[in-house]
């Protein structure tokens, strides 16, 4: 078959007409090549945001051709043509509906990147690392108990193949957290983790999100199937994945969990936002709302999407809650908001994100006894240590104790974390193999999250 080639504006790819293949100038000899699955969500294209050395610049793209499709393209072509240390990638698409056979049958890369639609996630998961390839993929991985035994097979079949099967925690890099974490750890200012109950939990995670925001300086179009659970998933399987995924890296660092074990779910629940036809055109361009979505709509123009859940466990006897929360959009000046707490016998550990932290996160270490007379000295002394590993963190006194003062260089921003998490991966496939506690836990986190939506559909929905 002869291809009739274009060139696309502004970005070095190729479109080959009426075959639905798109195909391009030869690239690098890198030990590393990624190949894009799919890309309806917008952090597909965050993976590739920078560059990365060893790493091919040519990118096998399959999908089916729409929206999703070319709103990936676009975000790759911003970051190609930004005039700030610009990227090079250089898409090579395939659009056939038989894009994830083609996918498999090619193996044109050895890297497979999913980010978009949930419903076949872990299906595909399975098959690609079947078929020999590894996986850098956003969470969830699974969105149900069937997907949840889906991926253990999943796991297992990517040790048998030697290929390594990894989700993008992002918030493992945020500076807030990673701080959180390690003042927990030292006890002459921490103390002991305390155990709490379900009605005081030892460590609370709460994160605020919005549909209507702004990425990579444009107001995200999302897909209309991003408010259809079924194929997104509900929130408490979505963002409470980062939550729980924090609260294992925090409290048991480079442990290995074990679900059947470890985790004991005391209470979950699940709620929707609802979304008016006018406010759900102007996420997705779309001026009415598909069939698929109509079974969760009411009175003809409101959409009630189950994007809010709350989980309440015990993590090897810690108590522990995480709760997501999705509103339309934040109001001026603001933005997501994440908050989080960790109680321990001298001190507790708290980041907030108000307004009186002008909406951005700090890290506050309040004593729990007022009258802890040395507690100032050893937290001066254990700031030596943290400085060291993170130069120029500082402390300073606050109405309830201290807050933790971070260097600007440190706050990097969201979308930068999607690069480090790869850098991380790529360091991994390097190795040959993920730390021995990763596999378990990721296992661990989705049995919770998987778990805690089939205990909250049991009982009656809060609307």
């Known amino acids: 078959m002869t291809k009739k080639l274009l ?134 991985m699974a969105i149900n108990t069937q997907g949840f035994e889906q991926l253990k097979n999943a796991f297992d079949i990517a040790k048998q193949k030697n290929v390594l099967l990894y989700d993008i925690m992002t918030e493992r890099f945020e500076i807030n957290t990673m701080l959180q974490k390690e003042f927990s750890h030292i006890k002459s200012v921490f103390g002991e983790l305390e155990k ?25 179009q999302r897909p209309a199937w991003f408010f259809d659970v079924t194929q997104q998933g509900e929130g408490i399987v979505d963002v409470t994945t980062h939550l729980v995924d924090m ?12 679900y059947t074990k470890d985790v004991e779910l005391t209470s979950a629940k699940r709620w929707a936002t609802p979304m008016t036809l006018t406010e759900f055109a102007d996420v997705t361009k779309m001026p009415a709302f598909p069939d698929y979505l109509k079974k969760d709509v009411t009175n003809d123009s409101v959409l009630n999407v189950f994007s809010n859940g709350e989980i309440n466990y015990k993590l090897k006897g810690v108590n522990a809650k995480v709760s997501v929360i999705w509103a339309y959009k934040a109001p001026d000046g603001t933005g997501d908001t994440h908050y989080s707490t960790m109680r321990g016998t ?17 890290l506050y270490i309040e004593p729990v006894k007022k009258g802890d007379a040395s507690f100032e000295k050893d937290l001066t002394d254990a700031l030596k240590t943290v400085s060291g590993k993170y130069a120029g963190v500082d402390i300073k006194k606050v109405a309830n104790g201290w807050q933790v003062v971070i260097p600007e260089s440190y706050n990097v921003g969201h979308e930068a974390h999607f690069g480090q998490v790869t850098e991380k991966y790529l360091q991994y496939l390097k190795e040959g193999k993920l730390p021995e506690w990763e596999v378990p836990n990721m296992i661990t986190k989705y049995y919770i999250t998987t778990k805690a939506l089939e205990m909250a559909s049991q009982s009656a929905p809060n609307k």
């Open 196 to 220: 709490g109950t379900p009605e005081n939990p030892a460590v609370t995670k709460e994160s605020v999100h919005h549909f209507y925001k702004s990425v990579a300086g444009s107001i995200l």
């Open 247 to 258: 609260i294992q890296w925090a409290l048991f660092p480079e442990q290995a969990l074990d």
């Open 7 to 140: 060139p696309l504006i502004a970005l070095p790819l190729m479109i080959a007409c009426n075959n639905n293949e798109k195909s391009g100038a030869s690239g690098d000899s890198s030990a590393v090549t990624f190949i894009t699955l799919d890309p309806g969500h917008f952090h597909a294209s965050l993976v590739q945001k920078t560059m990365f050395p060893g790493v091919d610049s040519n990118v096998y793209v399959y999908a089916p051709a729409g929206p999703d499709l070319d709103q990936h393209l676009k975000r790759i072509e911003g970051f190609n043509t930004r005039a700030e240390n610009p990227t090079h990638w250089n898409e090579i698409v395939y659009t056939g509906s038989d894009f994830f056979e083609k996918m498999i049958d090619e193996k044109k890369g050895n890297v497979v990147v999913m980010a978009g639609n949930n419903q076949k996630k872990t299906e595909y998961i399975f098959k690609t690392v079947d078929a020999g390839m590894n996986v850098l993929a956003d969470k969830p």
């Open 346 to 362: 001298r001190a507790n550990l708290i980041i907030r994100q108000g307004k009186e932290q002008n909406y951005k996160p700090v």
